[in-house]
């Protein structure tokens, strides 16, 4: 029990960041409009933080130090070209109407690049919690001394399962919600091989982006009118 007791334990803080994520998703419709958008955002950094200051999550096991960057590069690329031939692929085939009524208009947007820099921001502040739950799970099997074969792959997909609610609840439309799912997906094959945040990071705001954009009327991650006025 001390593994889930003690303010320095991994499983300790796993608790805590279910319990929060909880209590953030009852919470956050009863809050002020103005505080409801950085409510998530900041449990995703905050609970992670947290946990690294107190001793209850390690750094090399969230991928945030000792990363072979060979290695992580290497795979990180054939990921990144899967995406990219994937995305491609649905964008050819999806209907050329938003390119139409682009053409009408080709003035820069500041909004458009607003809302890019916040999807980055964002996709790295839930990165950052997907990777501490996989640092936390991978080191409590190790507390807990079990003895599964290959207990890091197990790790890796606990935590996706446990990430798996809050990545969906968070985005407003269906196609939100499986794109979603598809990168943590991808971002834990990707963390399983590598042990680099840094990495999945760039992979998640790219698969987000391009993806999205292959899909004409979901353009906006993050920002849609409906979590706006939530």
């Not at 607003?114 to 980055?120: D, N, T």
């Not at 969906?168 to 997906?185: D, E, F, G, N, S």
């Amino acid at each position: 029990m001390d593994a889930f007791l003690s303010f320095h334990a991994s499983g300790f803080w796993l608790a805590m960041a279910l319990i929060l994520g909880v209590a953030v998703s009852g919470a956050k419709p009863y809050l002020p409009s103005a505080v409801q958008p950085f409510l998530v955002p900041a449990y995703w950094v905050l609970t992670p933080y947290l946990a690294l200051i107190a001793g209850g999550a390690s750094p090399r096991l969230m991928g945030l130090s000792a990363i072979d960057w060979a290695l992580s590069l290497r795979i990180g690329v054939g990921l990144a070209l899967g995406v990219l031939a994937f995305a491609l692929l649905a964008r050819a085939a999806s209907s050329r109407t938003d390119e139409l009524s682009e053409k009408g208009d080709a003035r820069p947007d500041p909004q458009h690049w607003l809302g890019i820099l916040a999807s980055v921001g964002l996709c790295g502040a839930e990165e950052f919690f997907w990777s501490f739950l996989r640092g936390a799970t991978a080191e409590l099997f190790v507390t807990l001394s079990v003895t599964l074969d290959a207990s890091g792959y197990w790790a890796v997909w606990l935590a996706a399962l446990l990430a798996a609610p809050m990545a969906a609840l968070t985005q407003p439309t269906t196609m939100h919600r499986l794109v979603k799912l598809a990168i943590l997906a991808m971002t834990s094959v990707l963390f399983f091989y590598t042990y680099n945040f840094w990495l999945c990071w760039a992979l998640h705001v790219l698969s987000w982006m391009l993806l999205l954009s292959a899909h004409p009327r979901t353009r906006q991650p993050h920002l849609t009118k409906r979590s706006r006025s939530e």
